[in-house]
């Protein structure tokens, strides 16, 4: 079992729906980053956070750290949305790397 | 554009070729990172590097090489590899290795036959 977990795996929205992508971890974490991978490879930080919630355009990304639990969240969801959205935390310990997610391939149609 | 540059973008190389690839970031940034990442899998860090010394290498088998000459440049040479490191291999720099984003370039496609 992964140390992080991300759900759905795979999501196809219409244009315009609200999406939710959520992700689940279970080491302790210093901060949680919200990452976006579109085909091609390269890698776009979204947000990092290490409580409460950010705003940025019509992405909102919300950890609760009791709950270890984040959610990112998509509000008017356009075709060019489609990505892989990545979740990754980075841990407490002395290297403090980056532990990722698989990823949710997020497909929205028009 | 991060601000991370990575060539080349695709590489075909045979098991027996030696090959590298480059990762250039001028953000003033002073940490700098391999990943890979494999069909269906998270991705993995390979190396880090602070202030040109290598701080973590995660148990990466030695037919991978990393160089670090300065800050903004890091190289990955590759000898004698199998078709299992077929991947795509990610550079991302950052500000120090401790709660900072993380840039990351676009990665080169690579395919051992």
């Known amino acids: 079992k992964n140390e992080v977990e991300q759900s759905p795996q795979n999501l196809t929205a219409q244009e315009g729906e609200f999406i939710t992508i959520n992700c689940s971890y279970s080491?302790?974490?210093?901060?949680l980053h919200w990452l976006q991978q579109h085909p091609g490879g390269g890698i776009v930080s979204l947000f990092m956070?290490?409580?409460g919630k950010k705003k940025h355009g019509r992405l909102i990304a919300t950890i609760n750290i009791q709950e270890k639990h984040s959610s990112l969240h998509i509000t008017a969801s356009h075709p060019r949305d489609s990505a892989v959205y990545i979740c990754?935390?980075?841990?407490?310990?002395?290297?403090?790397?980056?532990?990722f997610g698989t990823g949710t391939l997020l497909a929205v149609q028009p | 554009e991060t601000g991370v540059t990575q060539t080349p973008r695709h590489l075909v190389m045979g098991m027996t070729n030696k090959k590298s690839l480059k990762c250039e970031q001028h953000?003033?940034?002073?940490?700098m990172y391999w990943y890979k990442q494999s069909a269906k899998k998270p991705l993995e860090l390979m190396f880090v590097?602070?202030?040109?010394?290598?701080?973590e290498n995660n148990s990466v088998p030695s037919r991978f090489s990393p160089e670090c000459p300065n800050s903004s440049h890091l190289f990955l040479h590759l000898h004698t590899l199998q078709p299992e490191d077929s991947a795509l291999y990610l550079c991302a720099s950052s500000q120090g290795d401790r709660n900072t984003e993380a840039f990351f370039g676009q990665g080169t496609r690579l395919t051992v036959v």
């Open positions: 080491v302790g974490i210093s901060a």
């Open positions: 590097y602070n202030f040109k010394e290598q701080t």
């Open positions: 990754a935390v980075r841990g407490r310990g002395a290297t403090n790397k980056l532990i």
């Open positions: 953000l003033g940034h002073n940490a």
């Open positions: 956070l290490s409580s």
